[in-house]
């Protein structure tokens, strides 16, 4: 990273984003004469400085937003946080959720019952950031996201200190055509999911027009706790690795004690936990209990 002293000589009638720690420093230089015209009050975007600072083992959790009470979500937040996990996504519930097993989906039914919905997650993550330093992601369907607006969605998540989005039914089409430049505007990640179907042509597609990490989905099934992973999947796992694209990686599905979390580190920068953490904070007395329990069983 380079301090304004240290930014290196950039060609005429050019703009030129430096990083410096905490901020995007933006240069632009004219008529020969280099001079610093504004700095953006934007700073660096946690994921992309996560991937930068710890390049295997990371550990992302998954959970429900409004479960197993409402008003829980910050709690969860601040608790995962504390444990030493790398990054976390909030899942937003929704009536239909396609890609989620039987616990997360029983996960988002009472989150809505208990009266969940996106206007009061971005209310409860207001001041997230005052306590909370660790990339956050909101991971949720196209359906809830039509109905707020996207353009309102990214400008409330970024507000709320949000770094990125995963929308797992977003056709690679219309990310492209309409929602990715939306998202880049606010500087937000959209995050994009492959499976072991996925075709080695349209995963270095995503890779090329997607920044952030890529998301593994480790089998053709719906989410769910595993034991392990079998032949199939490791090598999915190990044919991904072998293409050496850009973007990191992350593997989730089916990650549920140490011998899948290592495995899953082996072969990307870290896996996603999420049916095991959902039914942790089902089983558990508190939301620390909860916590400690998934450290202790996948570490």
Same mark, same amino acid.
């Given at each position: ?56 083992? =990371? ?131 959209? =995050? ?108």
């Amino acid at each position: 990273m380079f301090s304004l002293s240290e930014s290196r000589a950039i060609d005429e009638k050019t703009t030129k984003f430096i990083e410096t720690k905490d901020k995007l420093v933006r240069i632009l230089v004219k008529g020969g004469e280099r001079r610093q015209i504004q700095i953006e009050n934007q700073i660096m975007n946690r994921i992309d400085r996560l991937f930068e600072e710890k390049k295997s083992g =990371i550990l992302s959790v998954y959970f429900t937003a409004g479960y197993p009470r409402l008003d829980d979500t910050v709690q969860v937040i601040k608790a995962l946080e504390n444990r030493g996990v790398d990054l976390i996504e909030i899942g937003v519930p929704f009536s239909d959720p396609m890609a989620d097993g039987p616990v997360i989906q029983a996960s988002g039914t009472q989150a809505l019952d208990n009266g969940m919905s996106v206007k009061h997650l971005f209310g409860q993550l207001a001041d997230i950031r005052e306590g909370v330093s660790i990339p956050l992601v909101l991971m949720g369907y196209l359906n809830p996201i039509m109905q707020f607006g996207f353009d309102s969605y990214c400008a409330e998540a970024v507000k709320c200190g949000i770094d990125g989005l995963i929308i797992p039914d977003l056709p690679f089409a219309e990310y492209m055509d309409t929602y990715k430049p939306v998202a880049e505007k606010y500087g937000l990640h959209i =995050i994009m999911l492959i499976t072991p179907e996925t075709s080695e042509e349209r995963i270095r597609l995503i890779d090329e027009h997607t920044s952030g990490f890529i998301y593994m989905v480790s089998t053709a099934s719906v989410t769910g706790a595993k034991n392990s992973f079998g032949d199939e999947s490791l090598a999915y796992f190990r044919r991904v690795n072998a293409m050496q694209l850009k973007n990191p990686r992350l593997i989730g599905f089916g990650i549920s004690n140490k011998d899948t979390f290592d495995a899953a580190c082996r072969e990307a920068s870290g896996a996603i936990i999420g049916s095991k953490f959902i039914s942790l904070l089902g089983s558990e007395k508190t939301i620390d209990e909860a916590v400690k329990k998934l450290i202790e069983v996948i570490r």
